[in-house]
């Protein structure tokens, strides 16, 4: 389980069913059962949101990205050296959720109620433009935290190197 801390810096608002309620048999009998009942109720309701939250798509049609931000051109060119700097980056910030390949598959992401992207699916990467990228590590969305404390050109050399994930699974 991970610390209270650690979930904090990484934006996790909510650990799921394992970390949300934990009540033992001896306390569910204790409970009246109009408690039972509210418990049940309110198990059902998020569980039912956990449901929908978890099987949304990767490319979620609530993150609304504004047309201005998708036109947004991409003032880094990427070099072998600023790609270097952005996969420390990657590694150091994205990979506890996107995974080190960047997968969706990190070690913290089946404790995420949204699966992260998988940002190697060109299918999904390859339409999106650098700006929408950009406004996603800028402003983040539901489990994904905003890395707005990034520089402006940390963050278009993060975009430079999230293509390269996508690229390399198409050779």
Not at 54 to 59: G, K, V, Y
Not at 125 to 137: A, K
Not at 155 to 171: E, G, P, Q, S
Request: proline letters at 7%.
């Amino acid at each position: 389980m991970l610390r209270p801390a650690r979930c904090a810096s990484l934006g996790i608002k909510n650990l799921g069913a394992k970390g949300a309620i934990k009540m033992t048999t001896s306390n569910m009998k204790k409970a009246s059962r109009s408690s039972r009942i509210g418990l049940a109720i309110a198990l059902m309701f998020f569980g039912a949101i956990a449901f929908k939250v978890s099987a949304a798509p990767q490319n979620d049609p609530d993150w609304k990205i504004p047309e201005e931000a998708k036109k947004v051109k991409n003032p880094e060119k990427p070099t072998p050296e600023t790609l270097k700097e952005a996969k420390t980056l990657f590694e150091n910030n994205c990979a506890p959720c996107h995974g080190d390949t960047g997968e969706g598959d990190g070690p913290v992401s089946d404790e995420l109620l949204v699966k992260p992207a998988n940002l190697t699916d060109a299918k999904s990467m390859n339409p999106q433009t650098d700006g929408e990228l950009f406004y996603r590590i800028t402003t983040g969305f539901s489990g994904m935290p905003s890395w707005s404390k990034f520089s402006d050109t940390q963050r278009w050399r993060l975009v430079n190197f999230i293509r390269t994930l996508a690229n390399d699974k198409k050779k």
